[in-house]
């Protein structure tokens, strides 16, 4: 089993910023989802909530749960939530910039036994070449598709069940985004992995998840396929930075009917 299930989650900052308003997702064993929305929409509180992270940004549930793999984990802290199969490649590419590529990746494989991680380690420089090619090259100095393959690799090396991905396109060129997508689809096929992907790339993540959840605000505002939100004017519109016609005007008009909330 390899499954999350977020119920009516309340988060506040501070204890008085009000981040998420009664969020609800679920992502099934083996099920690539997309948690989509602009900038301020949540995604990250999201992230972090379910990565156990919170208290670290002075953050807290205030109301509702999160169920990984069957057992709540609403206050768990980040350690117990990897036990339970979770790993989460936070934005920002926080690597060790200072060590080497081999040691960031020694750096993640410290609960593997040696032969388990020469094995891992074997698999991620086949599937990476250009981590290889740099493996003694200070994290650093890699390029950003370079850093993105190299969290990839550090994730595998803590063997994850569910895996959670936030905006890993962000400053990447349409190339190298598309790379990382394709790599994101080969992972999850061949480990089995649930993958949770946050993104604001639509398009991007549109090639390899089956369902979207839309959010603004600390909510969500949409949930469906990827067929359906693709579909749906408003959401590739006013969310997912579609055209908008009738212009400036016009979308201000739509925000005032509050259609989502």
């Given at each position: 089993?390899?499954?999350?299930?977020?119920?009516?989650?309340?988060?506040?900052?501070?204890?008085?910023?009000?981040?998420?308003?009664?969020?609800?997702?679920?992502?099934?064993?083996?099920?690539?989802?997309?948690?989509?929305?602009?900038?301020?929409?949540?995604?990250?509180?999201?992230?972090?909530?379910?990565?156990?992270?919170?208290?670290?940004?002075?953050?807290?549930?205030?109301?509702?749960?999160?169920?990984?793999?069957?057992?709540?984990?609403?206050?768990?802290?980040?350690?117990?939530?990897?036990e339970l199969?979770?790993?989460?490649?936070?934005?920002?590419?926080?690597?060790?910039?200072?060590?080497?590529?081999?040691?960031?990746?020694?750096?993640?494989?410290?609960k593997l036994?040696?032969?388990?991680?020469?094995?891992?380690?074997?698999?991620?420089?086949?599937?990476?070449?250009?981590?290889?090619?740099?493996?003694?090259?200070?994290?650093?100095?890699?390029?950003?598709?370079?850093?993105?393959?190299?969290?990839?690799?550090?994730?595998?090396?803590?063997?994850?069940?569910?895996?959670?991905?936030?905006?890993?396109?962000?400053?990447?060129?349409?190339?190298l985004t598309?790379?990382?997508?394709?790599?994101?689809?080969?992972?999850?096929?061949?480990?089995?992995?649930?993958?949770?992907?946050?993104?604001?790339?639509?398009?991007?993540?549109?090639?390899?998840?089956?369902?979207?959840?839309?959010?603004?605000?600390?909510?969500?505002?949409?949930?469906?396929?990827?067929?359906?939100?693709?579909?749906?004017?408003?959401?590739?519109?006013?969310?997912?930075?579609?055209?908008?016609?009738?212009?400036?005007?016009?979308?201000?008009?739509?925000?005032?009917?509050?259609?989502?909330?």
């Amino acid at each position: 089993m390899a499954e999350i299930n977020v119920e009516n989650l309340k988060v506040v900052y501070r204890g008085v910023i009000l981040a998420l308003q009664g969020v609800s997702m679920r992502a099934g064993t083996g099920e690539a989802i997309a948690l989509l929305g602009p900038n301020g929409a949540g995604k990250s509180t999201l992230v972090r909530a379910m990565a156990g992270l919170l208290p670290q940004y002075d953050g807290r549930v205030l109301d509702g749960k999160i169920v990984i793999n069957g057992q709540e984990a609403n206050h768990l802290p980040a350690l117990k939530v990897a036990e339970l199969g979770l790993t989460a490649i936070l934005e920002g590419r926080p690597i060790f910039r200072y060590l080497t590529v081999t040691e960031n990746l020694r750096a993640a494989a410290h609960k593997l036994s040696p032969q388990r991680q020469k094995e891992i380690t074997d698999e991620i420089f086949t599937r990476f070449p250009r981590i290889y090619e740099r493996r003694f090259e200070q994290g650093g100095y890699l390029s950003g598709g370079e850093q993105q393959m190299l969290l990839l690799g550090m994730a595998l090396l803590t063997e994850p069940k569910i895996l959670v991905v936030d905006e890993p396109s962000l400053g990447l060129s349409p190339k190298l985004t598309e790379e990382v997508m394709r790599v994101l689809d080969e992972l999850r096929r061949d480990k089995g992995l649930t993958l949770v992907l946050v993104e604001q790339n639509a398009r991007a993540a549109f090639s390899i998840v089956e369902r979207v959840y839309v959010m603004e605000q600390g909510r969500v505002v949409f949930e469906g396929t990827a067929q359906e939100a693709q579909a749906d004017a408003d959401v590739m519109e006013f969310y997912l930075g579609g055209a908008v016609a009738g212009g400036f005007s016009e979308a201000k008009r739509y925000r005032r009917r509050k259609r989502w909330v």
